[in-house]
């Protein structure tokens, strides 16, 4: 099914408006309720009438669909390891150490029918009776994304057993949080986590039984073991367990809609991880609210390339969408996902030739800014062709022109840069954060059609997407609110975003409600009662404004609003996700505060962006690392900046004066991003303090 007319302009609006009383007990003025036209007089609830819980997915997918591919995985045929010499600054003085970098060598997709899909749940099932297990218990999934998670979590499910979810890039501290609060007993990991698990199982009481994938090491398994206290564990593989079901099978014993489904931790961006609590009808209602704005836009055998955390809400979601629809899964990862991060083999994107994919903002800017950094190397009449021919595509899509001039571009320039990326995408998702109107706009116009989601994990990570009920493509939405849920505007005085103003559209903090909506957070009743309303409204803190075709833009944030020493506002993330989009910028990290008369830019730069640039003008560097304390390289960071800034049309007050360059990559694991990969802002200005000080100097 062709996506082009995704990026036509758009149609009439896709929303109805509901009264709503005009102010809140508490005086402040509110718009009215706003909801998908699919759910004028009643929110979707579920997507088939016979589908009222996750385990009835994948019960109704092996009757329907049987023997046909539901998911697949890749095997590693070996492990080559490649080292390089850099050269970094510390405390003003080079240094030179060698990196060791590990790359895979990765055979074909082997595949999963939905029948043996289901007959490893009920192996999974069986063994997880035998270990004593039953309804109400609850397994913490502390391992990547991998067609097992997903056989265990069913195998959860058809037990009656809740899962809660740990991201596999958790530190120790944030590991225990998620074993302790909701007193896990049940621990699926991989023996690759074996260390941090090992760190923190003496610091819990409640672990019994680590089922682990992957092959496990005697003296890994004592040392967990032992770290427990003597007798305490009972440690198995993931094929032992399921060895235990085929010798003890049992009945399933399938959970009601309003049975616990899962408690999907937050990443901590600022403290201890929330536990959000989640029934079976809360995932359903999501999958309806998607199933009823995008009626024919995914289909049986689509590929999906699943990659995202399966322990954040929205992989969660999508991988349970496509189970439902036929949708094939396969099973990647980051480190594997392109042919230049693997060896001897393809990279996952282009093996697997995916039909739609989800990532987060830094996956596509990467993608735009790797694209870009090819055309770059390119004879000055290749490059001239290939802007030509954007401009013909951009003109064709965003007007009422025949698409066949986008088919010439396509078929001169962009056929094989759309082979990179297995050259049959026709949609994907972006969501997590806002993306950059830039690469929203080049990526659509190049590759396919980029489109915006919006949520969080109170919502089960739906509440805006975009739908082709609106035939219309623009940046800066991030659709119309999805079938399951409806939402309202609601008057902020501080930052002077006001509900109802005659002639204008309805803006102010977006409120959520619906079926697909959390209760709450676990064992957290203040934080409850701060977020939610009695009548059942979330309060988002996401500031939007309804746009006339229905959809909704994000345009601030309640929180990081920040007031200068001159008295105007700057809305940090707003400002992070626009200059993202600069071609040096691998992560960005603003700061600004009420002493200060304009922000500054934390940089984690590209590496190929900032080697060519020191090629260009002639600098001499071994390593990347060294690079960052150049001043000319640092001056020409900024300068794009400010061209970002420029093209963007911000305030003076907006515009970035001074950077800091980061030598290092910000990971999870360095603790300058979260699981979710989102920034930790409080770490990374701590880390950067003196930097900070000495450039406002």
Same mark, same amino acid.
Request: aromatic residues 8%; charged residues 20%; negative net charge.
């Given at each position: 099914? *062709?996506?082009?007319?995704?990026?036509?302009?758009?149609?009439?609006?896709?929303?109805?408006?509901?009264?709503?009383?005009?102010?809140?007990?508490?005086?402040?003025?509110? *718009?009215?309720?706003?909801?998908?036209?699919?759910?004028?007089?009643?929110?979707?609830?579920? #997507?088939?009438? %016979?589908?009222?819980?996750?385990?009835?997915?994948?019960?109704?997918?092996?009757?329907?669909? +049987?023997?046909?591919?539901?998911?697949?995985?890749?095997?590693?045929?070996?492990?080559?390891?490649? $080292?390089?010499?850099?050269?970094?600054?510390?405390?003003?003085?080079?240094?030179?150490?060698?990196?060791?970098?590990?790359?895979?060598?990765?055979?074909?997709?082997?595949?999963? $029918?939905?029948?043996?899909?289901?007959?490893?749940?009920?192996?999974?099932?069986? /063994?997880?009776?035998?270990?004593?297990?039953?309804?109400?218990?609850?397994?913490?999934?502390?391992?990547?994304? *991998?067609?097992?998670?997903?056989?265990?979590?069913?195998?959860?499910?058809?037990?009656?057993?809740?899962?809660?979810?740990?991201?596999?890039?958790?530190? #120790?501290?944030?590991?225990?949080?998620?074993?302790?609060?909701?007193?896990?007993? !049940?621990?699926?990991?991989?023996?690759? !986590?074996?260390?941090?698990?090992?760190?923190?199982?003496?610091?819990?009481?409640?672990?019994?039984?680590?089922?682990?994938?992957?092959?496990?090491?005697?003296?890994?398994?004592?040392?967990?073991?032992?770290?427990?206290?003597? +007798?305490?564990?009972?440690?198995? $593989?993931?094929?032992?367990?399921?060895?235990? /079901?085929?010798?003890?099978?049992?009945?399933?014993?399938?959970?009601?809609?309003?049975?616990?489904?899962?408690?999907?931790?937050? *990443? /901590? @961006?600022?403290?201890?991880?929330?536990?959000?609590?989640?029934?079976?009808?809360?995932?359903?209602?999501?999958?309806? /609210?998607? %199933?009823?704005? &995008?009626?024919? !836009?995914?289909?049986?055998?689509?590929?999906?390339?699943? =990659?995202?955390?399966?322990?954040?809400?929205?992989?969660f979601v999508v991988e349970s969408y496509c189970l439902l629809k036929g949708i094939i899964l396969g099973y990647g990862s980051p480190r594997t996902l392109t042919d230049a991060s693997v060896r001897n083999c393809l990279g996952d994107i282009r093996e697997l030739k995916p039909t739609v994919m989800a990532g987060v903002p830094a996956v596509w800017d990467t993608i735009k800014k790797g &694209?870009?950094?090819?055309?770059?190397?390119? @004879?000055?009449?290749?490059?001239?062709?290939?802007?030509? =021919?954007?401009?013909?595509?951009? &003109?064709?899509?965003?007007t009422s022109l025949p698409l066949g001039l986008a088919w010439l571009a396509d078929t001169i320039v962009f056929n094989k840069i759309k082979d990179q990326t297995g050259g049959c995408l026709k949609i994907a998702l972006s969501g997590g954060a806002p993306i950059s109107e830039d690469t929203q706009q080049f990526l659509s116009t190049i590759l396919c059609p980029i489109v915006q989601g919006y949520g969080m994990t109170e919502g089960s990570a739906m509440a805006c997407l975009y739908t082709n009920y609106n035939r219309g493509f623009a940046t800066k939405q991030v659709g119309a609110p999805v079938g399951c849920l409806e939402l309202k505007f609601v008057d902020v005085p501080e930052m002077d975003y006001k509900s109802r103003v005659a002639g204008q559209p309805p803006q102010g903090e977006i409120w959520v409600r619906g079926p697909s909506v959390t209760k709450g957070y676990f064992k957290r009743v203040e934080e409850t009662r701060e977020a939610f309303t009695d009548d059942g409204w979330l309060k988002t803190g996401d500031v939007g404004r309804l746009n006339a075709d229905g959809t909704v833009s994000i345009v601030d944030r309640r929180k990081n609003l920040v007031k200068l020493a001159n008295g105007e506002y700057v809305a940090l993330e707003k400002l992070e996700s626009i200059y993202a989009g600069c071609k040096f910028v691998g992560k960005i990290c603003l700061f600004a505060d009420s002493y200060r008369y304009y922000p500054v830019a934390i940089v984690q730069p590209l590496p190929a962006a900032i080697e060519t640039e020191a090629r260009k003008r002639g600098i001499q560097f071994d390593s990347w690392e060294q690079l960052c304390h150049n001043e000319e390289i640092r001056d020409a960071i900024l300068a794009e900046l400010k061209n970002v800034a420029k093209a963007n049309r911000l305030a003076h007050a907006e515009v970035v004066q001074a950077v800091v360059l980061a030598d290092e990559e910000w990971t999870p694991e360095s603790g300058m991003l979260t699981a979710a990969m989102k920034l930790k802002r409080r770490d990374i200005l701590a880390h950067f303090k003196a930097e900070i000080e000495k450039v406002y100097q």
């Open positions: 099914m *062709s996506t082009d007319f995704f990026l036509k302009p758009g149609a009439s609006s896709c929303t109805v408006e509901l009264h709503e009383p005009r102010e809140l007990a508490d005086g402040v003025e509110q *718009s009215n309720r706003f909801r998908h036209k699919v759910a004028e007089h009643a929110l979707l609830h579920t #997507p088939e009438p %016979d589908v009222l819980t996750v385990h009835d997915v994948v019960m109704r997918s092996a009757r329907v669909f +049987g023997d046909s591919p539901a998911m697949g995985y890749r095997k590693v045929i070996r492990v080559i390891e490649e $080292s390089k010499e850099i050269t970094r600054i510390v405390n003003g003085h080079e240094t030179k150490e060698t990196k060791l970098w590990k790359y895979f060598e990765l055979g074909p997709y082997q595949w999963i $029918s939905y029948k043996e899909l289901l007959a490893d749940i009920k192996l999974v099932a069986g /063994g997880l009776a035998n270990l004593g297990y039953t309804a109400g218990d609850k397994a913490c999934l502390y391992l990547p994304t *991998s067609p097992e998670w997903q056989m265990f979590a069913h195998g959860c499910f058809a037990q009656s057993m809740a899962i809660t979810t740990a991201y596999d890039t958790l530190g #120790p501290e944030g590991l225990l949080w998620a074993l302790n609060e909701p007193e896990i007993p !049940l621990v699926f990991t991989h023996v690759d !986590l074996f260390p941090t698990l090992t760190k923190v199982i003496g610091q819990n009481s409640t672990v019994r039984h680590v089922v682990y994938k992957g092959e496990a090491k005697p003296q890994a398994l004592a040392d967990l073991a032992a770290a427990a206290g003597e +007798g305490r564990l009972t440690i198995l $593989s993931y094929d032992d367990l399921k060895a235990r /079901g085929k010798l003890h099978p049992c009945e399933m014993r399938p959970p009601s809609k309003d049975d616990l489904c899962c408690i999907m931790y937050t *990443s /901590g @961006s600022t403290g201890n991880p929330k536990g959000v609590v989640l029934t079976h009808a809360n995932i359903i209602a999501a999958m309806a /609210g998607v %199933d009823g704005v &995008i009626p024919g !836009l995914l289909n049986f055998g689509d590929r999906y390339l699943a =990659m995202l955390p399966l322990s954040h809400v929205l992989e &694209i870009l950094a090819k055309v770059a190397t390119m @004879s000055p009449f290749v490059q001239n062709l290939f802007w030509a =021919m954007y401009k013909v595509k951009a &003109i064709a899509n965003s």
